[in-house]
């Protein structure tokens, strides 16, 4: 996924063990999960969709129950990320995880990276629940810390190079910066949360509000000279070249509202 494995950029990926646990923490809980539908104990058919509800409904954040003071209500924001509603949500996160989630970890290093990583993602959780007070809903998925490492990379490298695959153009590679590559999706989650019915659906929100805060803490962390190893961006040249990232074609990573 990356241009460059002999320089800086592939070694982020030899250096980035909270990233890769992170993915291999969320494809387990999956597999053995009732989601998947590989683990026979959940059964089939109607009783395997009632076992989903459940699982959702335990582990999930329920905008309705979040904010009644219940302890085990509060921690929900935690678990949901790392629980997922289907293969294509998996696949979706992880992937987006796994392209700008490592040169986000060598940066920011691993102790503050997994802070910052559940950190996001908890408020971002929190901060559509927030929005949808009243929904039964259950929310789950990494998506809010996914759009949290999104912001922080938009910061840290805004000139890394990404190859998207654009339907509407039949799907050719093209390369673009990071500069311009991630303020469109991000406007691309603005106008969905928008047109974005209550109940089950995508929380676009979640997105925007996860972006929001990984680019501002980037911004506050290692702005205005605050960054021992340089100011932003300095990670993006290898040998002289640009950093070249190779990312999924949209849309980006989705969070779902599961009945």
Known sequence: MI???????GSAFRRAPVTH???ALCC??????????LNPAYGSGDGLLAAQRAYFRRWGVIPVDLFEGSPEAALTPATALFIHGSWVHL????????????????????VQFTLFYVGCGYLALLGYAAANAESPSSLVGASGAISAVLGAFLYLFPGARVTS???FLFFLPLRFPAWIVLPFWAALQWAAAGRAPQGPGVAYLAHLVGFGLGFGYAWARFGNGRDPKGGPGTAVVADGRATRVKAAP?????????P
């Open 3 to 9: 241009g460059d494995w002999s320089g800086p950029v």
């Open 28 to 37: 387990v809980v999956f597999v053995i999960g009732p989601a998947a539908g």
């Open 165 to 167: 695959l654009l339907p």
């Open 250 to 258: 949209a849309p980006a990573p989705e969070g779902e509202n599961q």
């Open 21 to 23: 646990a992170l993915i």
């Open 91 to 110: 696949l979706g996160n992880m992937l987006f995880l796994f392209v700008f989630g490592a040169m986000t970890e060598e940066r920011m290093g691993r």
